[in-house]
């Protein structure tokens, strides 16, 4: 019997989750994991009492044609990153990792690069998040030390990074 590795079983599960997303764009699914137990889950989707994209079978930013990664304000969602730690404890969050899967909802298909929002990333950072696994293929994915997006401070204009 061949074991599924630790990051692999929590990526499924992050896909699993992700099911759940109600956006037309992207589907997200993230699991925050500490101490080898599952802390909270998210999937992107309305705030809860809104009506969501699917039910609207409408999405402002694919409307306007706004890219992907701007004018996140015109969303109606709240990401899946943002759901995993709306439903935390801080405590529960520092030194965790966060595991995500996004797939397109029109091919089904799993879209490797996929990261968080510089918003996203924001959360991610103050609730003390340590790293974050993100899944490219059905077996392979990413490790982003979060340090690196506190160093890097992709909020900065390029004159004030050093």
Same mark, same amino acid.
């Given at each position: 019997? =061949?074991?599924?590795? *630790?990051?692999? #079983? #929590?990526?499924? @599960? ?11 764009? /992207?589907?997200? !699914?993230? @699991?925050?994991?500490? =101490?080898?137990? %599952?802390?909270?889950?998210? #999937? =992107? ?5 809104? *009506? ?7 999405? +402002?930013?694919? $409307? ?20 995993? %730690? ?10 965790? +990792?966060? #595991?995500?899967?996004?797939? =397109?909802? $029109?091919? !089904? &298909?799993?879209?490797? !690069?996929? +990261?968080?929002?510089?918003?996203? /990333? ?5 609730? !003390? @998040?340590? *790293?974050?696994?993100?899944?490219? +293929?059905?077996? &392979? ?5 979060? $340090?690196?997006? %506190? ?10 990074? *050093?």
């Amino acid at each position: 019997m =061949n074991r599924i590795d *630790k990051e692999n #079983y #929590y990526l499924d @599960i992050a896909q699993t989750v992700l099911e759940r997303s109600t956006c037309l764009r /992207r589907c997200y !699914g993230a @699991i925050i994991v500490k =101490n080898d137990e %599952i802390v909270t889950t998210g #999937y =992107n989707g309305a705030p809860r009492g809104r *009506k969501n994209c699917v039910d609207l079978s409408f999405c +402002t930013r694919e $409307a306007m044609n706004i890219p992907s990664g701007e004018r996140y304000e015109l969303c109606r969602s709240v990401h899946a990153e943002a759901n995993c %730690i709306i439903s935390a404890a801080r405590s529960e969050t520092l030194g965790a +990792t966060l #595991y995500m899967a996004c797939k =397109n909802p $029109a091919t !089904g &298909e799993l879209i490797p !690069g996929s +990261t968080s929002c510089s918003m996203c /990333r924001r959360l991610i950072i103050n609730a !003390g @998040i340590a *790293k974050v696994v993100i899944r490219d +293929t059905p077996t &392979e994915y990413r490790v982003v030390d979060v $340090a690196d997006w %506190i160093r890097e401070d992709d909020s900065l204009p390029e004159q004030f990074k *050093k």
